[in-house]
């Protein structure tokens, strides 16, 4: 078990591009999620997998932003046409139930130049 | 709603001294708690958990959290902090239901700690 693993882990993009990010968690947690977290605050839920159904996004991941998790086991994260406003450390934490707590990844740091 | 705050923003304190962090959680019924620790880059890191029972739960590096119902807190101790202990600390509250299954981070305290 080599915990979460996520890739890259920093992106610097151009205003309107896409962007891809990786997440591997760990391979008995049926349970993924992703966070946004901005310099100075605690991470902001974005989106839930249990196996591979999306089962809950926040209002926060708006039309631009999709995630998926093919076959339950890694999952991506895609924004597109980035703005400076997406600019974050995006996380991803894997679990077998929260009420056991969350094993993060070091997290993706998105700067949108 | 539900929600987490952390009153105090920045805590400086001298390793070797005691330490309390405070929590204070907003949700209709009795949620699952916890306390994660971020280190400058990185992820977050569970320290400790409260779901039921012993209202006094032991962590590890040390920590240890206590559940006061009547306050709707969950303050983070430690005895004697060490220069490593210096991160963002995050409280958070577990809700969970038939579609929904998350949780919800405080705002973080900063910790310093004076050699």
């Known amino acids: 078990d080599t915990g979460v693993s996520q890739d890259p882990r920093h992106k610097i993009t151009k205003r309107g591009q896409n962007v891809t990010f990786r997440c591997d968690p760990i391979s008995e947690h049926n349970r993924l999620y992703w966070y946004r977290q901005t310099l100075g605050q605690g991470p902001e839920f974005l989106t839930y997998f249990q196996n591979e159904a999306q089962l809950e996004k926040s209002r926060l991941l708006s039309d631009r932003f999709s995630a998926e998790r093919p076959k339950g086991s890694f999952s991506t994260l895609e924004i597109q046409r980035t703005e400076q406003g997406d600019s974050a450390m995006y996380l991803c934490?894997?679990?077998?139930?929260?009420?056991?707590?969350?094993?993060f990844g070091s997290g993706t740091r998105l700067t949108v130049v | 709603a539900q929600s987490v705050t952390q009153p105090d923003i920045h805590i400086t304190v001298s390793e070797g001294a005691s330490l309390e962090l405070r929590c204070n959680y907003s949700y209709g019924a009795t949620p699952y708690l916890f306390w994660y620790v971020q280190s400058p880059g990185q992820g977050l890191q569970l320290l400790l958990k409260?779901?039921?029972?012993?209202?006094l739960v032991q962590g590890i590096k040390g920590f240890e959290a206590e559940f006061k119902r009547s306050q709707s807190s969950f303050n983070l101790r430690k005895p004697s902090v060490h220069w490593s202990d210096a991160a963002e600390y995050f409280c958070a509250v577990g809700l969970s239901g038939t579609s929904y299954d998350k949780v919800i981070f405080g705002p973080g305290t900063s910790l310093s700690v004076i050699p």
């Open positions: 409260y779901f039921s029972g012993d209202t």
């Open positions: 934490a894997s679990s077998s139930g929260h009420r056991y707590g969350y094993t």
